[in-house]
């Protein structure tokens, strides 16, 4: 199977070469049908070294707190916090927020505005995902962080937070090509 596709994306570049030699131009290959424009991911390739500051620190925080205890006492700290000002603290918006971006690829196409893909496709990528997502989630015992409310020690790392990014590369990889 392998081989095959190898062959294929061969033959759509050798076609791709030969209608170059023809017009003088590369015309990118449309497999979609949709004559959507070739995307352009150049400004995924180079970053300024200033935009990976934030997530530095954040995942420098995130880790040191597995072994450096006075970095998992702040958590502790706030976690106290929220109990003392609002003991009956209880909100389901996080759980309907992050599946907001996915759910906006298919009203942005029930409204008219197609995506990148056709609705079999993204929805079964959507799926594809979500299994891995689910998968990942497994190395929650390898973490063995207490939630909050110390119900279980599996809250990291966050299927909140794995579903929230997952429902926003959805989105981005749907619109990207239209609208950064």
Request: one cysteine or more; glycine letters at 8%; a neutral charge.
């Amino acid at each position: 199977m392998c081989c095959f596709t190898s062959l294929a994306a061969n033959a759509q570049v050798a076609d791709s070469a030969k209608n170059a030699a023809d017009t003088g131009k590369i015309k990118p290959v449309d497999t979609t049908g949709k004559n959507m424009p070739a995307r352009d991911l150049s400004h995924y390739v180079y970053h300024k070294p200033g935009t990976y500051l934030v997530p530095a620190v954040l995942v420098a925080y995130g880790v040191s707190s597995f072994v450096i205890k006075p970095v998992r006492n702040v958590d502790y700290y706030f976690e106290g916090y929220v109990h003392r000002t609002d003991p009956n603290y209880n909100s389901k918006a996080a759980d309907y927020l992050q599946l907001a971006p996915a759910a906006m690829v298919y009203v942005l196409n029930i409204a008219g505005d197609e995506g990148q893909d056709r609705f079999v496709d993204r929805t079964a990528l959507l799926a594809l995902s979500g299994a891995i997502l689910t998968l990942a989630d497994g190395t929650k015992y390898l973490g063995h962080r207490d939630r909050p409310y110390g119900t279980d020690p599996l809250s990291f790392p966050s299927g909140h937070t794995g579903a929230a990014f997952l429902a926003a590369e959805f989105l981005a990889q749907e619109y990207s090509w239209k609208s950064p």
